[in-house]
């Protein structure tokens, strides 16, 4: 398909959606890497960039098209996932009719896993990109900048002749340092706000950035669909964390899929922290079988006074379901050195997967209990398209209902047991009980409230207490 041409260097403006809870207190609102990193590869390409973090803001539809009607933009990109779906649906609808000339291109988890649907279901947007997004999303604008031919552009699906056609996406970026780093100036006023920010620490705004891309395991339910890990060089990171920390901001997350994969590298980063002296408080995440105690004391001395580990059960039965290739043992030593070393451990547990049972469940609160790590995020299952789970629930008859652009409700995977989506909740609401009424976590928050004098962090605490206390999951 051949475009016409039009004014050299296009006017694009890229959207962050909403979160599905503007109305409450979150645990943290981070700003959108993924679309800065596209911002900076366009920018470098000759196009001119504007980002909208409506996330951020608290913006809905409506009022997002308006500010794009102001920005007058050519190509509207917005990222799309499976539980923003309908909010992105109403967006592109709501640009749509306010830019009519205007390009819609979607791109991100849900658009790699199902590109024609996704198409097709959202029938405002013109394009959609597969896979990584700077390369295919820099040809598409120079093809529509030029006149060029956009059919032949990896991983791009268009519609031609009331049909969607999809090119296959083309192998990721071999050396990440070739991406220019991300263009956060141009969320400058966001930043300046203190808009960016996580619970534990008062300070605004926070920062995020990642050291690798990419990640080789093949957890059942996971959607990250790009295996190939490829890592940044030692320099190009430490370039990225100087000039944040030369901004005045001193809190950064590593959003790494996994910080510690490659034990060698993440040593080589926090080494060259350590050289800097940059004052730094830093989060990572790390599966529960990449530390050990000399990484963990070189962290604690690099600034990291967190690390997020996804341990997901406390049977390995589950485990072994979930194909995570770690074991509970790796999970018990994890939080137990993590914890010795000075450093918080924060751990993400994934209930009611298929094969789990009311007993499972309970080994898993009191495992969870006997561990007793700094924090513990509950969540019950939800089958991703694209991901091993959700095939198999779809094939078994198990999946219950589907992602749709018209319809906010989640699916769900029916279990044995379970009769309705509720019973799988009210696990939820059982484990969080059993875990967060206790003294010790009481105590704990009091404590990291007083100590940060952290408003939000006690808003948040008082929220969620609420929470468990009517019943609400």
Same mark, same amino acid.
């Given at each position: 398909?051949?475009?016409?041409?039009?004014?050299? +260097?296009?006017?694009?403006?890229?959207?962050?959606?909403?979160?599905?809870?503007?109305?409450?207190?979150?645990?943290?609102?981070?700003?959108?890497?993924?679309?800065?990193?596209?911002?900076?590869?366009?920018?470098?390409?000759?196009?001119?960039?504007?980002?909208?973090?409506?996330?951020?803001?608290?913006?809905?539809?409506?009022?997002?098209?308006?500010?794009?009607?102001?920005?007058?933009?050519?190509?509207?990109?917005i990222p799309l996932l499976s539980e923003t779906a309908c909010q992105v649906n109403h967006i592109a609808g709501a640009i749509g009719r306010r830019l009519p000339d205007a390009r819609i291109v979607l791109g991100?988890?849900?658009?790699?896993?199902?590109?024609?649907?996704?198409?097709?279901?959202?029938?405002?947007?013109?394009?959609?990109?597969?896979?990584?997004?700077?390369?295919?999303?820099?040809?598409?604008?120079?093809?529509?900048?030029?006149?060029?031919?956009?059919?032949?552009?990896?991983?791009?699906?268009?519609?031609?002749?009331?049909?969607?056609?999809?090119?296959?996406?083309?192998?990721?970026?071999?050396?990440?340092?070739?991406?220019?780093?991300?263009?956060?100036?141009?969320?400058?006023?966001?930043?300046?706000?203190?808009?960016?920010?996580?619970?534990?620490?008062r300070d605004r705004p926070t920062e995020t950035l990642t050291t690798t891309r990419g990640c080789p395991c093949r957890c059942a339910f996971c959607y990250n669909t790009i295996r190939r890990f490829r890592r940044?060089?030692?320099?190009?990171?430490?370039?990225?964390?100087?000039?944040?920390?030369?901004?005045?901001?001193?809190?950064?997350?590593?959003?790494?899929?996994?910080?510690?994969?490659?034990?060698?590298?993440?040593?080589?980063?926090?080494?060259?922290?350590?050289?800097?002296?940059?004052?730094?408080?830093?989060?990572?995440?790390?599966?529960?079988?990449?530390?050990?105690?000399?990484?963990?004391?070189?962290?604690?001395?690099?600034?990291?006074?967190?690390?997020?580990?996804?341990?997901?059960?406390?049977?390995?039965?589950?485990?072994?379901?979930?194909?995570? +290739?770690?074991?509970?043992?790796?999970?018990?030593?994890?939080?137990?050195?993590?914890?010795?070393? +000075?450093?918080?451990?924060?751990?993400?547990?994934?209930?009611?997967?298929?094969?789990?049972?009311?007993?499972?469940?309970?080994?898993?609160?009191?495992?969870?209990?006997?561990?007793?790590?700094?924090?513990?995020?509950? +969540?019950?299952?939800?089958?991703?398209?694209?991901?091993?789970?959700?095939?198999?629930?779809?094939a078994e008859d198990t999946l219950v209902g589907d992602w749709s652009v018209h319809d906010e409700r989640f699916p769900w995977v029916r279990l044995p047991w379970a009769h309705s989506r509720a019973d799988l909740?009210?696990?939820?609401?059982?484990?969080?009980?059993?875990?967060?009424?206790?003294?010790?976590?009481?105590?704990?928050?009091?404590?990291?409230?007083?100590?940060?004098?952290?408003?939000?962090?006690?808003?948040?605490?008082?929220?969620?207490?609420?929470?468990?206390?009517?019943?609400?999951?």
């Amino acid at each position: 398909m051949v475009v016409r041409a039009m004014l050299a +260097g296009m006017k694009v403006l890229l959207v962050n959606p909403c979160d599905l809870h503007l109305d409450e207190v979150r645990q943290k609102c981070y700003p959108p890497l993924n679309l800065m990193y596209l911002a900076a590869a366009l920018r470098e390409a000759g196009h001119r960039l504007a980002v909208l973090d409506a996330n951020a803001h608290g913006m809905q539809p409506a009022a997002i098209a308006e500010h794009a009607a102001g920005l007058e933009p050519q190509l509207v990109g917005i990222p799309l996932l499976s539980e923003t779906a309908c909010q992105v649906n109403h967006i592109a609808g709501a640009i749509g009719r306010r830019l009519p000339d205007a390009r819609i291109v979607l791109g991100g988890p849900t658009a790699t896993a199902q590109p024609a649907r996704s198409l097709q279901e959202i029938a405002a947007a013109d394009f959609l990109i597969a896979g990584e997004g700077e390369r295919p999303l820099t040809r598409l604008c120079n093809a529509l900048d030029r006149g060029g031919d956009v059919s032949r552009i990896a991983g791009l699906a268009w519609r031609r002749e009331g049909e969607v056609r999809v090119q296959a996406p083309a192998p990721p970026e071999k050396n990440p340092d070739r991406f220019p780093l991300p263009a956060r100036d141009l969320l400058a006023r966001e930043y300046s706000a203190g808009l960016y920010y996580t619970l534990l620490v008062r300070d605004r705004p926070t920062e995020t950035l990642t050291t690798t891309r990419g990640c080789p395991c093949r957890c059942a339910f996971c959607y990250n669909t790009i295996r190939r890990f490829r890592r940044r060089s030692v320099p190009s990171v430490m370039e990225e964390i100087v000039s944040i920390r030369d901004r005045g901001i001193r809190h950064i997350e590593f959003v790494d899929d996994s910080f510690t994969l490659d034990r060698d590298h993440a040593m080589a980063v926090l080494d060259a922290i350590i050289r800097e002296r940059l004052d730094l408080r830093l989060v990572i995440k790390s599966r529960s079988d990449s530390v050990d105690e000399a990484l963990l004391q070189t962290a604690r001395r690099a600034g990291v006074y967190q690390i997020s580990y996804g341990m997901e059960s406390g049977v390995q039965d589950m485990l072994d379901r979930m194909c995570k +290739g770690i074991t509970v043992a790796d999970n018990e030593r994890a939080n137990r050195l993590t914890l010795a070393a +000075g450093i918080r451990s924060h751990t993400s547990w994934l209930l009611c997967f298929p094969g789990e049972t009311p007993e499972t469940l309970q080994r898993t609160i009191e495992f969870i209990v006997r561990l007793r790590p700094s924090t513990a995020n509950f +969540g019950v299952f939800r089958p991703y398209p694209g991901t091993e789970a959700y095939e198999t629930a779809r094939a078994e008859d198990t999946l219950v209902g589907d992602w749709s652009v018209h319809d906010e409700r989640f699916p769900w995977v029916r279990l044995p047991w379970a009769h309705s989506r509720a019973d799988l909740q009210r696990w939820l609401r059982r484990a969080q009980r059993r875990l967060y009424l206790r003294p010790h976590y009481a105590l704990q928050f009091a404590g990291d409230i007083l100590s940060e004098a952290n408003l939000t962090m006690a808003r948040y605490a008082w929220q969620e207490a609420l929470k468990l206390l009517r019943g609400v999951g």
